[in-house]
């Protein structure tokens, strides 16, 4: 299917001719499952040729363009998933689903965002989460703050005398 012309498709059934497998030739290869979807009428797309240097009509089965028409929010979702995705390598098996989850619920809450207040792109978006977390891990992470609090030596020895003396109300 790679070596033919864009707009060349085929299609194949299961042996119970109850599922059928659409393939397209458009810039990649495209391929759909459907036990509801058929191939014919067979409608015409435009798609930009660099051969001609305009855009051609090119043939396109009916099962990929009613995909295209119902596909919803789901294809841009995983657009967006993928366009700016965590890439952060580790050993443990459950770390790639952490970091898609991660990116699901970023992506989300940027359609969140923009439904509330205003539409910014999602790289701006991203950029405004992470210096919001810096912000708050760089306020939490002061080295002024960081470690056991530091007392002057003059309160050290502020422990009344009666309290040191006193038996077993006064502990170390």
């Known amino acids: 299917m790679k070596k033919k012309q864009r707009g060349a498709y085929d299609y194949r059934f299961d042996k119970n001719m109850e599922v059928m497998i659409v393939m397209w030739k458009d810039n990649n290869c495209v391929k759909l499952l459907s036990n509801h979807e058929i191939v014919y009428p067979v409608s015409q797309v435009k798609r930009w040729s660099k051969a001609e240097n305009k855009k051609v009509q090119v043939p396109q089965p009916r099962m990929i363009s009613e995909y295209n028409n119902h596909m ?44 509330s207040k205003e539409s910014i792109p999602l790289l701006q978006f991203w950029r405004m989460v992470a210096r919001a977390h810096l912000v708050q891990s760089s306020a939490a992470s002061d080295p002024k703050r960081a470690g056991h609090p530091s007392y002057p030596k003059s309160s050290l020895s502020c422990v009344p005398i009666e309290l040191k003396t006193s038996g077993n109300r006064h502990r170390i």
């Not at 998933?81 to 970091?99: A, C, D, G």
């Open 72 to 115: 919803g929010g789901v294809n841009k979702l995983v657009w967006n998933v993928e366009k700016y995705h965590v890439r952060i390598q580790s050993k443990k098996w459950y770390f790639p689903l952490f970091t898609h989850s991660l990116d699901v619920a970023l992506v989300n809450t940027r359609v969140i965002y923009c439904l």
